[in-house]
């Protein structure tokens, strides 16, 4: 193949590569831009299944109570008559939507049967309200309000359900977006929490010698759902949300506080204790469709918001999408381009120049050299082959210069890691092999993610006959974590062993907290021992996962709860956990690298999955039990290798040997 075919070829490569990689990107832009086409859909038909439901809720406590009280049956701008108007409207707006959405949104053709079936069955369920209020036979209304409200509160459930089902098929990956998805079904269960308790204390106080147990246990429920409901919004508040949906939040929830909720305990115990509630239906109805009011402007505030975010999504989209296709154009022009000028200015000329070298290579010296006037590379081609030679010596030196380098570097790298093999050696005769002391067993499972580790551990015996003990996990790791590692080993050691009478532990966790270094690293710990005369132990927890207590009848127990790591904050105070560690009891002490360990996908180990496995095998002997923690996270893994360094400790109480002399 000529030069004039490889350089066309190539740059007709180059150019489609180009083109291909753009395209690839207007595809991803085009998949983002049909992503927000459905989540913008979805949104629009929740929004509107929102408000039915809503409106939907509100019917069926104004039917209730018309239903047990026909006089209300109207009252201006709230009459049922109007609020019937509102479901169909928002109910028919979701079907509109959820038509035009064939083709974006999956399983359209289900959720539009849902919708007519729900729209049908409410219909029904009017028709059966509007005869059972026929003024010849008013007590119809009462004996039909249960299955009114019963029938209503399943449909209710039914449309959020299809909601739910619509969020779940397209939810939104943006924090935002899924905060304020997550405070509209909160609102959702705190509205409806409400509005069941609003039918229901009506009808109590109507009629307070006809509630009975159940209703009283409905409406506590109810109040307790909506508790909940409020925990699980404030749990949302670190989300960042708009300042306008903050401040309805914020409203809504000191009217709730301050008003509602202690008028609906008040007017409970009221009528639990047989006492006259001092207020009558109507007025609890007003101050509860108050209450709703707030929480339906709350979620008109997030629906406002997540559409303007979805709106500002779907443009940006838009955008790079157009932004992605001009530069495909430009690209193909450029492509085009491209072509053209390297015929021109490159192969052509060197065409010239390869004749006149054959010819020359002939020995015809009478053809003539091509005259170019150039100043770029091939104008200089004529003057290359003078310093080819001293190129080549030039290259030929840089390469054995390169080459000792290259030597040198291995040298280098082959002295450090056999010091950094010499260090690991070191570093594990620092662990206590598997061994007793007194009446105290212990073994442990060591796993550096490299050759040295910033885990260690130690268990040491005192002069009084205590056991003491800890484990280490320095942040970071390799050779930085392992030094640290060191000095922790030996300061924690000392400690032990050096322990002045009456000292507790937490004062020397303090002591070690107050007297590192800031410079170095901060670590996590446990710090404890195992006391000889009784069946007590203590441990001091500083930052390090919670220690698994294995009873001796199979009992598993996690114990502490976090505290702060050594080095973090000078001044930080500790506590000490004391607990029962009788015979054939068993501590199991971890580094977080065990609960931490990944899978193939990101997924980790997880304590739920230790606690799974420590129970299963808590009859186990201590070896057989470390060893199915090893095979377990290797497999987990599903490679031998480490993240992180992984370390555990596992310390038993053994039964009290009788001594030949003692008195029985």
Not at 102 to 116: F, I, Y
Not at 294 to 320: V, W, Y
Not at 627 to 644: K, N, Y
């Amino acid at each position: 193949m000529k030069i004039r075919h490889t350089l066309l070829i190539l740059t007709a490569f180059l150019g489609i590569a180009l083109l291909v990689a753009v395209s690839i990107q207007i595809r991803a832009e085009l998949l983002d831009y049909q992503t927000a086409q459905r989540l913008a859909a979805s949104n629009g038909i929740r929004e509107q299944l929102l408000l039915g439901t809503e409106a939907f809720t509100n019917e069926r406590s104004q039917t209730f109570v018309v239903l047990l009280d026909p006089d209300r049956r109207s009252g201006g701008t709230g009459s049922l008559e109007e609020t019937r108007r509102r479901v169909d409207e928002f109910l028919g707006a979701a079907e509109r939507e959820l038509r035009g959405t064939t083709g974006v949104l999956g399983s359209t053709d289900a959720g539009l049967a849902v919708l007519a079936r729900i729209r049908q069955e409410i219909g029904a369920l009017r028709g059966q309200a509007d005869a059972s209020l026929t003024p010849a036979q008013p007590q119809r209304g009462g004996e039909f309000a249960p299955r009114w409200f019963q029938e209503a509160t399943r449909l209710i459930g039914e449309l959020q359900s299809s909601r739910l089902t619509l969020l779940q098929q397209e939810r939104p990956l943006e924090p935002t977006l899924r905060a304020e998805a997550n405070l509209r079904t909160q609102a959702g269960i705190l509205s409806e929490s409400i509005a069941r308790n609003q039918a229901l204390m009506s009808r109590a106080l109507m009629d307070p010698g006809s509630v009975g147990g159940l209703e009283f246990d409905a409406i506590s429920r109810n109040s307790g759902r909506a508790g909940l409901a409020w925990e699980l919004i404030d749990g949302q508040l670190g989300s960042p949300l708009s300042p306008a949906v903050t401040a309805a939040i914020s409203a809504t929830r000191e009217d709730y506080t301050a008003t509602f909720a202690p008028l609906q305990q008040s007017l409970l115990n009221s009528l639990l204790s047989k006492v006259p509630p001092g207020m009558d239906a109507g007025q609890w109805y007003e101050i509860t469709e108050h209450t709703l009011g707030n929480i339906a402007r709350m979620q008109r505030e997030l629906l406002g918001s997540s559409r303007d975010r979805l709106e500002a999504t779907l443009r940006r989209a838009r955008t790079s999408v157009l932004q992605w296709s001009g530069l495909l154009l430009l690209g193909i022009g450029a492509v085009i381009g491209s072509v053209l000028v390297v015929r021109r200015r490159v192969v052509q000329p060197l065409e010239a120049l390869s004749q006149s070298m054959l010819r020359l290579a002939d020995n015809d010296l009478s053809t003539p050299l091509p005259r170019l006037m150039r100043a770029d590379e091939i104008g200089e081609m004529n003057d290359a082959l003078r310093v080819f030679k001293a190129n080549a010596i030039q290259r030929e030196r840089a390469q054995n210069e390169k080459q000792v380098l290259h030597a040198r570097l291995r040298e280098t790298y082959r002295q450090l890691r056999k010091d950094l093999e010499a260090a690991a050696v070191i570093q594990g005769a620092m662990l206590p092999p598997a061994s007793a002391m007194g009446n105290v067993s212990y073994r442990g499972l060591y796993r550096p993610s490299s050759l040295i580790a910033g885990d260690t551990y130690n268990v040491l015996r005192r002069n009084d006959g205590g056991i003491g003990f800890f484990q280490v996990d320095v942040a970071g790791h390799g050779a930085a974590a392992a030094l640290v590692s060191v000095a922790c080993h030996h300061t924690l050691s000392q400690a032990i062993l050096t322990r002045p009478q009456g000292m507790r532990l937490e004062e020397i966790a303090a002591q070690i907290n107050h007297d590192w270094p800031e410079d170095l690293p901060y670590f996590t710990m446990i710090l404890g021992e195992i006391h000889p005369r009784s069946h007590q132990a203590s441990i001091v927890q500083a930052g390090h996962p919670s220690p698994v207590v294995i009873r001796s009848d199979g009992l598993v127990e996690m114990i502490g709860e976090g505290g702060f790591p050594i080095g973090m904050f000078p001044a930080a105070a500790y506590e000490r956990l004391d607990f029962e560690f009788g015979p054939h009891d068993r501590l199991l002490i971890y580094s977080d690298g065990l609960v931490e360990a990944e899978d193939q996908a990101g997924a980790q180990f997880s304590e739920e999955r230790l606690r799974r496995l420590v129970r299963e095998n808590a009859t186990d002997t201590t070896p057989a039990l470390l060893d199915r923690l090893d095979v377990a996270v290797r497999t987990w893994r599903g490679s031998e290798t480490l993240d992180d360094d992984l370390s555990v400790l596992m310390l038993e109480r053994l039964p009290e040997r009788i001594p030949a002399d003692a008195v029985h």
